[in-house]
């Protein structure tokens, strides 16, 4: 590939975990106010946003928020109802797709099963009718970035769900598109190979250093790979930040919610603990599990309750404690010494939780959906429902 080897530097956009909105740098992709209507569906609602050149940006929400819409309006497979689509500077929202400099990894791969592998990877520069010299040379450095030399002559049939999956990144990589829009890629994959993609995929966006735009409902996958997500609900984008700053400082009930297990404190009892109705956010692994009598040091707020569930996660226990000022809150423990059976007799028993005041962070309640006339947001799903995996993953 001819792209740059690199840009995993130090002045990377999104990598210094400090900038939320517009770090320095050349904008790939701005989305400025982009609606997109299907009939009474509002599927993508407003959406303001910019993507860096370089930056791996991952598009995170719950199945029906608007994702995919958002991706092909990018594409250009979809026409905005309202909004204005830029790359690199330039106003595309009416260009039809091939004219634009993206390339889409689609969720079922779309390899042609007759075709090695070889020519489905050549495909795209035999359309552009590149020489036979090139191509050749072309696809053994895309399989080079894939590391899928020897598999030339393969059909997509004799290779692994792991192994298509490369081919079919090979085959949008060799176009050399600025943009590379990828849509659940890792969906069909389970969960040991998706985590050793994960992984991969975000080496080989530093090697070729080509944007990438990834969709996803799966947080964990979210927060290992991108340099920035994009958090999306019902059409609406709530928070874009590092992955570190939306895991630690969510900015909206639903974002802590939907990335990692977070308790929810407001009113009465986040009166009585925190001597503030505000909302707060608390992280379960941010909470301590004391004895019963056992008293706050300094900086620490003490809760008292009785332990309702306990749920044996193997490495981590997860307590549901129902607080006595009138709260449930969830605290995850790691199983150091605690046996499954210790965990599982600790039902109903008296407990002080103890955490730090610094770690109860103040949210904003999300904004409200415009109300138009004839106009429906689309529905969220519930995410608990959404990703079994959800809430595990830390
Ligand atoms: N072609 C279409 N016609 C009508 N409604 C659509 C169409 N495509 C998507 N939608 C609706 O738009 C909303 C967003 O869908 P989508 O972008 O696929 O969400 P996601 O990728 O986040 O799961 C959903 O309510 C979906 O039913
Ligand atoms: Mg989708």
Redesign the pocket.
């Known amino acids: 590939m001819n792209a740059p080897a690199s840009t995993c530097d130090a002045t990377r956009p999104g990598t210094t975990g400090k900038s939320t909105t517009t770090p320095a740098g050349e904008v790939a992709v701005r989305l400025e106010r982009v609606t997109k209507r299907?009939?009474s569906?509002l599927?993508v609602d407003g959406v303001d946003l910019d993507v860096h050149d370089g930056e791996f940006l991952t598009m995170l929400?719950p199945?029906?928020?608007?994702?995919?819409?958002?991706l092909r309006m990018i594409a250009g497979f979809e026409l905005p109802t309202a909004g204005r689509i830029l790359l690199h500077g330039e106003d595309v929202t009416e260009w039809p797709p091939f004219d634009r400099d993206v390339n889409t990894v689609f969720q079922d791969y779309a390899l042609f099963p007759h075709m090695t592998v070889a020519k489905n990877i050549e495909y795209g520069l035999r359309v552009k009718k590149v020489g036979r010299a090139e191509r050749k040379q072309r696809v053994d450095e895309a399989l080079d970035v894939v590391r899928l030399g020897g598999f030339e002559e393969r059909k997509p049939g004799q290779l692994s769900g792991g192994q298509r999956q490369r081919v079919a990144l090979a085959r949008a990589l060799i176009n050399r598109p600025r943009v590379l829009l990828l849509d659940e890629p890792l969906a069909a994959l389970d969960r040991k190979l998706r985590e050793e993609m994960q992984v991969e995929l975000k080496h080989i966006q530093e090697r070729v250093g080509i944007t990438f735009v990834l969709?996803t409902h799966d947080q964990g996958e979210a927060l290992t790979m991108s340099d920035r997500i994009a958090v999306?609900s019902a059409?609406r984008v709530e928070q874009v930040a590092t992955p570190a700053e939306v895991y630690e400082h969510p900015t909206t009930p639903f974002v802590a919610d939907f990335v990692g297990t977070s308790n929810l404190l407001s009113g009465e009892p986040a009166t009585a603990l925190l001597g503030d109705p505000a909302p707060v956010t608390i992280r379960p692994e941010k909470i301590r599990l004391g004895d019963a009598g056992e008293t706050a040091s300094d900086g620490e707020i003490a809760a008292t309750g009785t332990i309702r569930d306990v749920l044996y996660l193997g490495s981590d226990t997860r307590y549901r404690v129902t607080v006595d000022a009138g709260a449930e809150l969830i605290v995850d423990r790691q199983n150091l010494t605690v046996t499954s059976s210790d965990a599982l007799t600790a039902r109903g028993r008296p407990v002080v939780l103890l955490f730090r005041r610094e770690h109860a962070r103040p949210v904003t309640k999300s904004a409200p959906p415009p109300s138009e006339p004839g106009t429906t947001s689309?529905?969220t799903t519930n995410p608990t429902e959404e990703d079994p995996d959800r809430g595990v993953t830390q």
């Not at 199945?63 to 958002?70: D, I, L, N, P, V």
């Open positions: 299907f009939g569906v599927a929400g199945s029906g928020s608007g994702k995919t819409t958002m969709v999306f059409g689309s529905a």
